[in-house]
């Protein structure tokens, strides 16, 4: 149970506050600023303890997110809470920035009004939510109509969808969004890499379509390739192995488990449909080779490669690969092949931009860095190369095999429902060690 | 956070509301109100204008009336008499057409916090529970733990619990877990809500339904059930199964929970189930959300305790990123100590040893010293890195490689030659007080092996005056009495130096005291020194003590899923003991009539009355100590004596009482089952009037409860008879458990 939300802007002004429980008084508000957002030192902990109360914290660009109990409560959960709660913020009004929460803080105190009832969480679904509490806050009468929508979608037999909606063009948008971690020593060596995606759906259908979706997860692919040795051997390499994945509640588990196949009933609009993590057979987008060569006492001679590892054809984008220096740093030379980098003293490091790229390409930068002399004994302790990119595929190798809709009772097949896939790969955590 | 002119912001809004002309422009009014919460938000008092907010209230517009509502539950308990001048309206929306401002009203009415408001609110509250929209029936049942919760005193309402147990059939799932929550709280103090077969079985068919937060507190309340049959246990186990595969984290954690517990029989099946979480774990440990991820990487530590190889074959998933927060770096640097094995020691010390020399300062010292426990198994791969890393000089290295170091050779005795070898130079570069002393008792312990060890500590003798840590000048006083013990030429002349400006010129009352006493010990002569400082220099019994920290699940079961994991282990016992100490009177005066029927006290009859017969020693029943007595005189009294007994599983206070007052041995408190940490304050009275006062202190963590005993009359002979017909009660009551 949550005692109390309190949401601060970065130097610690509150601009919500919303206390649930009797026993969180006005203090708590500023025992978290004094004790976390004010003090000196790195966060040690997202849970905070502060005269037996405990402070969850989550932060947004530069906006704290607190939440306060007295009560020994289950962390996941108050975490998740939160983070349900940036959610539902930002399918209202966008970006958490403390400009849109000022100009929202009435909306904020209406969300925080319906979601946590004394403490507890309640309806925290957007759609639910968006039927009751709109933007303009105007529409204070609901019609007859709508008010039965408010409760059938919550009493309905599936909580997720209501009956009844109708749609002139049965639409539909998967997106496969993928984020690639990885952590690679200076020898080339992946120390660790992992991806972990989402399959987000965007539905527009009508009635109660039944669902079903197919990708080439190995376990299923070898389970319907089971006639010729020849076939599986193919269809093997292009399959690959999800070492954990999760379901929106509107899945039947049930039938995953037995046959592996995901059949549902969508919920209409945006869902996340499955969450799932790879390690095996990943393709590292791009391959970052550093070589850092230490002249005498006051120079640096840094060269880093960069090779993209995908077919010709595709394009990636936004690419950043920032390249750190020392402390003591004078000044910069840069020469790069392709795109623009500059030193930025600000943030000790090169930061090396290229708009797009395509694959199996490779590009260089080479920079001279002039050092101060100090006498400071510490060795510089080399932070590693880091990257952004986005790619149009998936990295773990992922396919949508199909997607196919079924409506018994209205008349419209699968044939008619237009389907759009897409792939997005983005750079999570891409580390190149030097 | 007051501001300057705040009392003028506040005049200039009450009249703003006043104003005629703002009220009748809707759009102009409600952007008042807007500034008044506003400012309420800031933490300026705006109490002084609830009058000219109520009457806001009487609009159509519903965000205003829920600006006002806002408003109102801030500031009720300081105007309760104007606040009551609200109530008129709020009755009148509670029978609005609309369910959304039935339900707004009354969730507001609910929630004003001031004396009275009860009578008001009761009927509201009863037709909330009967209202046919779902919206209405949800607030109204937390309504119901709300209004218990003004008047905790108050008798409980069995008409309202019995409607409140029945509409856990309602067909809305919020509606249901909003029961379940207030049933917990209105029934606090009988245990909370009872989950019996017919409901426990209900909440199972109706997880499906439920959205994530309900799925993950039912699942918390299911804990309370105990199955009855081998058959049903395991049906139950399988309907949960889908929630451990829920994409929310918090069902994942709680359905493990619930797993571990129910399979407390079964040890493979919880270690089967540890075996299905490893993956979700992993999710969570390598997630995006960090915060989620800190409390999955806490878990797998907890998990770590009991199944030391189950994450090794994974260890790269937990090395550091550079841009992973500091908190997540330090939780990573011990679950790779603790998950180290024969095939990835190498890589796991290859990892740990770049993170020593990391920028900050913490998470290198953190990787030393889990390099220093790592070592206790792998110890020459280890003390080599270790000794490597003190050619950097840097300070903060160097000492917390000294101090591991001294933690070390006082359990692998086999490295303190290598130790020995590495330490010359190190004082040079330690500037921090633990450093210091730890560099101060490893040159005063194994001395003899290091050459130059006295000039090292003459250093510290000379400026011993400079010194500002008096711990340091402590460690150096013992430091410098062993040496001399060992090599006296080179120490007699410093060590009386030391002395001298210890007795006549430290100012600090403990190091003079350490001086003058190691000085009248040299008096008694070197024998005697000998005898008293010269002591083991270590002891690998202690670390094999350490290391079979392999602990069965069920000892921090109860604790997963909750804060304690996310709390270091010293942080929440000064949580928990403070806590203690609070309700330790509340307790005292909630256990007055507990049942003593029960078939376990029948059995242990026979056994335990003839114990209290034999011997000379008798306990008399002593009626009259009351709490407030006993408190007075176990303040007044020295603990006698103190011990530690082996204890299994939770503490039942039906079973211990009754089997206590067997042998006239009268309960004064016990905490509730349960209850983290379990104590209990027991009293009795022998044949001469002596008083024995008692209390024990569950440690389910070591399978122990400490016992201590405080005496009014000091007489060894029947405090030993006491203790022993304590020990045989509480050994019988193990007994039976087991």
Redesign the interface.
């Known amino acids: 149970?949550i005692g109390g939300l309190f949401i601060y802007n970065h130097k610690g002004?509150?601009?919500?506050?919303r206390?649930y429980r009797?026993d969180i008084g006005?203090n708590a508000?500023?025992a978290f600023r004094v004790n976390v957002i004010h003090a000196r030192q790195?966060?040690?902990?997202?849970?905070t303890?502060i005269a037996?109360t405990?402070f969850?914290?989550?932060k947004r660009s530069n906006i704290w997110l607190a939440a306060v109990t007295k009560q020994?409560?289950?962390?996941?959960?108050v975490?998740?809470?939160?983070?349900k709660m940036c959610d539902v913020m930002a399918a209202y009004f966008g970006k958490i920035s403390e400009e849109n929460i000022k100009n929202n803080?009435?909306l904020i105190?209406?969300l925080l009004?319906e979601i946590l009832?004394?403490g507890?969480?309640?309806?925290?679904?957007t759609g639910a939510l968006k039927t009751?509490i709109t933007q303009q806050?105007?529409?204070?009468?609901?019609t007859k109509e709508e008010?039965s929508q408010?409760?059938s979608q919550?009493?309905g037999q599936i909580?997720w969808r209501r009956e009844g909606i109708k749609y002139r063009r049965n639409e539909l948008f998967l997106d496969v969004l993928e984020?690639v971690?990885l952590?690679m020593s200076p020898q080339g060596q992946v120390?660790?890499a992992?991806v972990?995606g989402r399959v987000v759906m965007k539905s527009y259908l009508s009635g109660m379509p039944e669902c079903k979706f197919g990708m080439n997860d190995k376990i299923v692919i070898e389970k319907q390739g089971k006639g010729t040795a020849d076939e599986t051997g193919k269809s093997g390499k292009q399959s690959i192995a999800i070492?954990?994945c999760?379901?929106?509640?509107c899945v039947r588990?049930?039938k995953f488990d037995s046959e592996r196949s995901i059949s549902f009933i969508p919920p209409d609009g945006e869902f996340?449909l499955?969450?799932y993590?790879t390690t095996k057979d990943i393709i590292l987008p791009f391959r970052v080779i550093p070589l850092v060569r230490e002249v005498g006492r006051t120079k640096l001679e840094v060269k880093v490669v960069i090779k993209s590892n995908f077919k010709p054809s595709l394009l990636a984008q936004k690419i950043e690969v920032r390249i750190p220096t020392p402390l003591n740093t004078s000044g910069v030379q840069v020469i790069c092949m392709k795109g623009k980098a500059k030193y930025k003293a600000s943030e000790n490091a090169i930061v090396w931009k290229i708009k797009r790229m395509a694959g199996m390409k490779e590009s260089q930068i080479s920079a001279e860095i002039e050092l101060l002399p100090t006498n400071d004994?510490?060795?510089w302790?080399r932070?590693?190369i880091?990257m952004n990119f986005e790619v149009p595929f998936a990295p773990s190798g992922l396919k949508v095999r199909y997607l196919k809709v079924f409506e018994p009772k209205l008349n419209y097949s699968d044939h008619d429902v237009i389907k759009w896939v897409r792939y997005i790969g983005r750079s999570?955590?891409y580390?190149t060690?030097c | 956070m007051p501001y300057l002119g705040s009392e003028d912001v506040v005049k200039e809004l009450k009249k703003a509301l006043c104003n005629p002309h703002i009220q009748a422009d809707r759009p102009r009014y409600r952007n008042v109100i807007q500034r008044v919460i506003r400012h309420m938000t800031q933490g300026v008092d705006m109490s002084s204008i609830f009058m000219e907010m109520v009457k806001a209230s009487a609009t159509v517009d519903i965000v205003q009336k829920k600006l006002v509502y806002l408003y109102m539950c801030t500031y009720a308990p300081l105007k309760p008499d104007l606040a009551l001048l609200a109530i008129n309206t709020l009755c009148k929306d509670c029978s609005d057409p609309n369910p959304m401002v039935r339900g707004l009203a009354l969730r507001s009415m609910c929630g004003l916090r001031m004396p009275g408001v009860q009578e008001y609110i009761q009927q509201p509250i009863l037709n909330g529970l009967r209202d046919k929209a779902s919206y209405v029936r949800r607030v109204a049942v937390l309504g119901c733990a709300k209004m218990y919760n003004l008047h905790g005193d108050s008798e409980v309402d069995g008409a309202l619990v019995n409607e409140l147990y029945s509409l856990l059939r309602d067909q809305d799932p919020i509606v249901v877990v909003n029961c379940l929550r207030a049933l917990e709280e209105i029934l606090k103090h009988e245990g909370g809500v009872v989950i019996n077969k017919p409901i426990a079985h209900h909440l199972l068919n109706r997880m499906p339904d439920l959205d994530q937060w309900g799925q993950a507190e039912v699942l918390g309340f299911l804990l309370r059930y105990q199955p009855r049959s081998e058959e049903e246990l395991f049906a139950i186990l399988n309907l949960l199964d889908s929630s451990l595969q829920s994409s929310s984290p918090a069902v994942v954690m709680a359905a493990t929970k619930l797993f571990l517990v129910l399979a407390k029989e079964f040890p493979h099946v919880q270690t089967d189930v540890l075996v299905r979480v490893k993956g979700p774990l992993l999710t969570a440990c390598s997630s995006e959300s960090r915060e989620l991820c800190f409390a999955a990487l806490c878990h797998v530590r907890r998990i770590l305790r009991s199944l030391p190889g189950h994450f090794s074959s994974h260890y790269k998933k937990f090395f550091c990123s550079y841009s992973e927060p500091h908190y997540i770096k330090l939780q990573k640097v011990e679950v790779l100590c603790e998950l180290v094995n024969d095939e990835n020691v190498q890589q796991v010390l290859e990892e740990l040893r770049d993170y020593c020399t990391d920028v900050s300062a913490d998470l290198a010292q953190a990787a030393i010293f889990a390099i220093g426990g790592i070592a206790r198994t792998y110890t020459d791969q280890c003390v080599q890195i270790l000794t490597e890393l003190l050619v950097l000089r840097q300070e903060h290295i160097t000492s917390a490689v000294v101090q591991t170091f001294r933690n070390l050779v006082w359990l692998c005795p086999q490295c303190t030659e290598a130790v020995c070898r590495a330490l010359p130079g190190c004082e040079e570069n330690i500037q921090d007080s633990e450093g210091k002393q730890a560099l101060i008792w490893l040159l005063g312990v194994h001395g003899e092996t290091i050459p130059n060890a006295p000039y090292v500590l003459e250093d510290f003798v000379e400026s011993v005056k400079a010194e500002t840590f008096p711990a340091v000048k402590m460690e150096l006083l013992t430091a410098l009495l062993r040496l001399f013990l060992s090599r006296p030429a080179e120490c007699q002349d410093m060590l009386g130096r030391l002395l001298y400006y210890c007795i006549e010129e430290e100012k600090d009352m403990a190091v003079r005291d350490r001086g003058l006493f190691y000085y009248r010990l040299l008096l008694t002569g070197i024998d005697e020194v000998k005898r008293i400082l010269c002591s083991p220099k270590s002891d690998p019994s202690l670390g094999l003590l350490e290391d079979q920290a392999e602990r069965p699940v069920s000892s921090w079961v109860s604790e997963f899923n909750t804060l304690v994991p996310m709390y270091s282990k010293a942080c929440w016992a000064a949580i928990s003991s403070l806590q203690v100490s609070e309700s330790r009177g509340l307790e005292a005066m909630g256990t007055g009539v507990l049942s003593t029927s029960g078939s376990l006290v029948s059995e242990n009859k026979e056994e335990l009355q003839p114990l209290s017969d034999s011997g000379s020693f008798l306990l008399v029943p002593n009626g009259q100590l009351t709490a407030e007595q006993f408190e007075k005189t176990w303040l007044s009294l020295e603990v006698a004596h103190q011990e530690v007994l082996p204890w299994q599983g939770v503490a039942h206070p039906d079973t211990i009482q009754t089997a206590l007052q067997m042998v006239n041995i009268q309960p004064i408190a016990l905490s509730k089952a349960g209850v983290q940490p379990w104590k209990a304050y027991l009293s009795a009275q022998d044949g001469a009037g002596c008083l024995f006062l008692t209390e024990l202190l569950l440690d389910p963590e070591h399978s122990q409860v400490h016992l201590s005993v405080k005496q009014s009359q000091d007489k060894t002979e029947a405090l030993n008879s006491f203790i022993s017909v304590l020990k045989t009660v509480i050994g019988t009551i193990v007994d039976i458990k087991s």
């Open positions: 149970m002004e509150v601009l919500i506050s206390v009797d006005r508000v500023d790195q966060v040690r902990s997202p849970v303890n037996r405990s969850f914290h989550v020994n409560v289950n962390a996941a959960m975490f998740e809470f939160l983070y803080f009435v105190y209406e009004d009832d004394f507890y969480p309640q309806n925290s679904e009751f806050g105007i529409k204070s009468q609901l008010q408010i409760t919550v009493t909580g984020s971690n952590l120390l660790s992992h972990s070492d954990d999760t379901f929106h509640q588990l049930s996340e499955m969450r993590r004994k510490k060795k302790a932070p590693p880091s999570g955590i580390e060690r």
